[in-house]
């Protein structure tokens, strides 16, 4: 006999994060954001793909990211370069800029959900249908952000 309790399956030690969501923030380092002479679309345009390839190397992470908040630590590092990106090129506050990226992670969250939500079940369409989705979505939410907030 083990001396040793064992944890039932669902509990954790207190600071710890879902296996999933370890998975995922471990996974997600974007390689490197854009250097901020490469703009914030372009900066914004990286971090929505990088999101994307670590929901999709994780599937099942979808589901708990969706209902998670984000760890700073995986996001703080970045938050001075992704101000300065959308400062130089946009015409709003750093709260602003910190909500328009929020609404970015929450838009590639739910197309996630959407593609793999069901896991382990397939996804209902072909890899390609999810693709333009995704890139129709993207590209709309920053010529949205360009429309409104544009210099």
Known sequence: MR????RSRGTRSAGTAP???RATSRHYRPRRLAPP???WRDLLAD???GLRRALRAHPGAAAVVAVRHASPQVF?????TVLAAM????????????????SLYILVTGHALAEFGDTPEPPAAPTAYYDAWFDIAVSTFL???EAR???
């Open 143 to 145: 010529a949205g952000v």
């Open 47 to 49: 971090v929505a793909q």
């Open 87 to 102: 400062n130089a090129g946009l015409r709003v506050t750093d709260e602003e800029a910190l909500y328009l990226v929020q």
């Open 3 to 6: 001396s040793r309790a064992r």
């Open 149 to 151: 907030y544009g210099a």
């Open 37 to 39: 002479g490469g703009g």
């Open 76 to 80: 703080e590092r970045a938050v001075p």
């Open 19 to 21: 296996p999933p969501l």
